[in-house]
């Protein structure tokens, strides 16, 4: 097998050659490597290489496949956001308040990876603390999207969907708070998912918000998808909110048909926010779906529309609390100049954080001070309750919500920087999911403008099956997921 087509090969592609011995996982290793050393500096996708770990581990990985000794994924090449806590090896969260943090544990979704046998190429670029949807937050610089430079590959996981976009490498890591897997997913035209909450430990996983953080996959196939959540999912008991229910096999179940599949269709997502062109291509992704008798039903959500202020007083004051740790005292950066503790401290976040980190604590402890913490944070969460509940009420008639993903396609660097709230509305599809807790996925579903754009599929509690049935029919019909932005063919 020519190693010039390797970074074109899926993850499943990737172990059948493996297993059959037409390539190793050193010279996959290698060439994937050489890639990223060529075309990285363009795209800025990764913070950290771990080029001399990964050969070695290559080479093991060989000697264990010689030996009949694989696991499931033995010398597959793989990447980490940067906010999985990697042992012994750098993990910034994208800020300079970490820019020197070197964990002495593994994450268990690292953990539980490297025991099925991937080989980590690095450790990937991300918004500040994932807060962000441009990735630009980041303190190691923006991320190039691979189908034009000048734009964003969406955030906050940019450096992961950027690399798997460019063919660097064939999958990768995400996390989802608000939307940080998916519109990303959508923006650089490959697949991503965000489970159920629960369903992946976050152990190890920097916290930004709690109860709607989740760890994720990027891949280029619901397939390649399927094989990676397989592997990471589980009950963890250093995780108390992980789920002990059973893990299926997604990869076996993924070519069950979906003539029986209940499809809802939002009426709230037609009514504003959505491009003209974007509505077209989503609209013809239902008529693929529905071609295999999947059955389409208009669907309410009646309190949707208030989702992403929602978010933002949950996610900024968990934020708030989250991020307190960060004193200088234990980890991370410290100041070198002060007088007194009070001014170790304030000079330590405020050297350390970045702006859009800075904006969400302050909003955070704002709207959980006394006096406020009735008027926001409590209302808040009861409106968070009303959405999670209208999912509820929908997935009594359906099966799967389809819809966008994202309202447009990929935005200019820059362009939204000044003005946060325009920056918030990009994940006005994405946040729902999170704040009720669903599993969700976004698949390539066409072009607006020569760019990419996503189909997202939000499911039931734990009905990640449905959703990868759903998207790899749709990528059987379909070939926008095998699209390659021209420079990295
Ligand atoms: N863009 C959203 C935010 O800035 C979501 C981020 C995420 O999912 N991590 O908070």
């Not at 998912?193 to 196939?221: C, E, H, N, W």
């Amino acid at each position: 097998m020519p190693n010039s087509q390797i970074h074109n090969m899926t993850l499943v592609e990737l172990k059948k050659a493996l297993n059959e011995k037409n390539l190793s996982s050193r010279e996959i290793t290698e060439t994937l490597l050489s890639r990223i050393n060529d075309f990285d500096d363009s795209v800025n996708s990764f913070i950290t290489m771990t080029s001399d770990q990964a050969i070695k581990e290559a080479m093991e990985a060989d000697k264990k496949i010689a030996n009949g000794d694989q696991t499931n994924l033995t010398g597959l090449p793989f990447a980490h956001k940067d906010l999985f806590c990697t042992k012994g090896t750098l993990t910034t969260c994208g800020s300079k308040m970490l820019h020197n943090f070197i964990p002495p544990y593994d994450a268990t979704v690292v953990k539980k990876l490297k025991n099925a046998g991937v080989i980590m190429l690095g450790k990937t670029n991300m918004d500040e603390f994932a807060m962000g949807s441009s990735n630009e937050t980041s303190y190691y610089g923006s991320v190039g999207n691979p189908w034009d430079l000048k734009l964003s590959p969406g955030g906050s996981s940019g450096g992961s969907a950027a690399a798997v976009a460019a063919r660097l490498v064939p999958a990768a890591t995400g996390t989802d708070t608000g939307g940080s897997i998916r519109q990303p997913a959508a923006l650089t035209g490959i697949t991503g998912i965000k489970p159920t909450y629960g369903r992946v430990s976050r152990y190890g996983m920097i916290a930004f918000a709690s109860s709607l953080d989740q760890g994720g996959v990027f891949a280029r196939s619901c397939e390649d998808a399927a094989l990676i959540l397989g592997e990471m999912a589980g009950l963890d008991e250093l995780d108390s909110t992980s789920s002990a229910e059973k893990v299926p096999n997604y990869l076996e179940s993924i070519n069950h048909p979906i003539k029986d599949l209940k499809i809802g269709l939002v009426k709230q997502h037609f009514e504003e926010g959505l491009d003209e062109e974007n509505k077209k291509n989503l609209l013809s992704a239902i008529d693929t779906l529905k071609s295999q008798g999947a059955e389409v039903i208009e669907i309410d959500l009646p309190n949707i529309g208030l989702s992403v202020p929602t978010y933002y007083v949950v996610a900024s004051a968990e934020c708030s609390s989250n991020l307190s740790r960060y004193d200088g005292v234990r980890f991370g950066h410290r100041t070198e100049n002060y007088e007194n503790l009070e001014e170790f401290y304030s000079k330590t976040r405020g050297e350390g954080f970045g702006a859009e980190v800075k904006r969400r604590i302050m909003t955070g402890t704002y709207v959980l001070s006394a006096g406020y913490y009735d008027a926001y944070y409590l209302k808040a969460q009861k409106v968070r309750q009303l959405i999670s509940q209208d999912f509820k009420n929908a997935f009594e008639k359906v099966d799967v919500i389809a819809g966008p993903t994202t309202p447009s396609p990929a935005f200019e660097l820059g362009a939204k920087m000044d003005d946060p709230i325009e920056m918030y509305l990009n994940d006005i599809f994405t946040i729902g999911a999170n704040l009720g807790g669903f599993p969700a996925i976004s698949v390539p579903c066409g072009f607006v403008n020569d760019l990419p754009v996503g189909l997202q599929l939000v499911g039931k509690h734990f009905g990640e099956e449905s959703l990868f049935q759903c998207g790899h029919q749709f990528q059987q019909l379909t070939d926008w997921h095998k699209q390659t932005p021209e420079q990295f063919k």
